[in-house]
């Protein structure tokens, strides 16, 4: 696993400003679809990011920005989609059920104290 940027809590806290401001777009220009892909997938992209999770980052983008250009351009879906869901269905399914994993807490543990060493570097 990569190291993170930064915590999960700041993490989240800049994945979910992104939504809202998306959120806020999208009200303003009433272009709900396929607006509402990027409103969804760049947040979680981003939090991705800044967890350190790049491979989770590119598979996310992929998806919600293959949707979104697929019904912008009206490029024909009933192929392209079905393969993105799958990509992603597949990646999720190794990253999870086949990747050796160490328990949550420990993680969320080994992660903060990275953080911390990292920041006391700095100073």
């Known amino acids: 696993m990569a190291h993170p940027i930064t915590s999960w809590k700041k993490a989240h806290t800049l994945s979910f400003l992104v939504f809202l401001a998306g959120l806020a777009i999208l009200t303003f220009t009433k272009a709900w679809w396929p607006g509402i892909m990027l409103v969804?997938?760049?947040?979680?992209?981003l939090r991705q990011y800044l967890m350190g999770r790049k491979y989770d980052m590119i598979i996310s983008l992929i998806v919600f920005i293959g949707v979104f250009i697929t019904v912008q351009f009206s490029i024909q879906w009933e192929v392209l989609l079905p393969v993105?869901?799958?990509?992603g269905g597949i990646?999720?399914?190794?990253?999870?059920?086949?990747?050796?994993?160490?328990?949550?807490?420990e993680k969320e543990?080994?992660?903060n104290k990275e953080i911390e060493e990292?920041?006391?570097k700095k100073q």
Do not use: D, H
């Not at 969804?40 to 992209?45: C, K, T």
């Not at 190794?94 to 990747?99: A, G, I, N, T």
């Open 118 to 120: 990292n920041q006391e």
């Open 91 to 105: 990646y999720i399914f190794f990253r999870e059920f086949l990747l050796v994993k160490i328990s949550e807490p």
């Open 109 to 111: 543990e080994e992660i």
């Open 40 to 45: 969804i997938g760049l947040p979680i992209a």
């Open 84 to 87: 993105l869901f799958t990509l």
